[in-house]
């Protein structure tokens, strides 16, 4: 079974510009998770959609950062424009309940120069 | 406010020694904590959980222990090996179902 997978695995980006990243969560869990990870400092919650519904989004830093899931599938996070601070590794996860176990992709690394 | 935090950011532990990564934990109406292993490149790893109505669950070579009185988890690694190397987090799952990650301890080991 496949994980949760993510796409870029690596990005470099220039200020200004617009970086979307995607997210394939494991098939068939309705709960999908954006966290990331900045300088080294703690993983923070984004987001968290359950099917195609935002269930909560207390974390998105700014209304630079925009987040979907047409469809109930897969989800994108574009950030637009691009600034310094939003370098780090954006991790997706997912999980078939609520309280279910929750699995992360490999991340989406963020350079922004 | 709510906080997970850890108390070392380093840990060198010998090649086939126990380590133990400890998390403390304030004001937590949580009644589930995890432990993840992130290695260099990777995206977080579960090792183990625990819910609140356990002190102690032992998986392969790993054990958590929770002490609810003072707030504090930690992970147990049996024998440790090379390939435990890693950044491990604690983090809890509040009633919102977010889950909120520690700063990591980075787990060292020497040959």
């Known amino acids: 079974e496949a994980g949760v997978t993510q796409f870029p695995s690596h990005s470099v980006i220039e200020k200004g510009q617009t970086v979307t990243l995607r997210c394939d969560p494991i098939s068939g869990h309705d709960n999908l998770y954006w966290y990331r990870r900045v300088m080294g400092k703690e993983i923070k919650f984004l987001l968290h959609?359950?099917?195609?519904?935002?269930?909560?989004e207390s974390g998105m830093p700014n209304n630079r950062f925009l987040a979907e899931r047409t469809g109930g599938t897969y989800s994108t996070l574009k950030v637009q424009p691009a600034e310094l601070e939003d370098s780090g590794v954006y991790f997706c996860a997912s999980s078939l309940g609520w309280r279910n176990t929750i699995y992360f992709g490999e991340g989406s690394w963020l350079t922004v120069v | 406010g709510e906080s997970v935090g850890l108390h070392l950011p380093t840990l060198s532990v010998q090649e086939g020694d126990n380590s133990i990564i400890n998390c403390a934990y304030s004001?937590?109406?949580?009644?589930?904590f995890i432990w993840y292993k992130q290695e260099s490149g990777k995206g977080p790893q579960f090792i183990i959980d625990?819910?609140?109505?356990?002190d102690k669950r032992q998986g392969q070579r790993v054990t958590v222990l929770l002490n609810k009185t003072v707030k504090h988890l930690s992970l147990q690694i049996a024998a440790t090996q090379p390939g435990d190397s890693a950044v491990y987090f604690c983090?809890?799952?509040?009633?919102?179902?977010?889950?909120?990650f520690g700063k990591g301890t980075r787990l060292h080991i020497l040959p």
């Open positions: 004001n937590s109406a949580s009644d589930y």
């Open positions: 959609f359950v099917k195609e519904s935002k269930q909560d």
């Open positions: 625990i819910r609140s109505n356990m």
């Open positions: 983090a809890w799952r509040n009633r919102d179902d977010k889950i909120i």
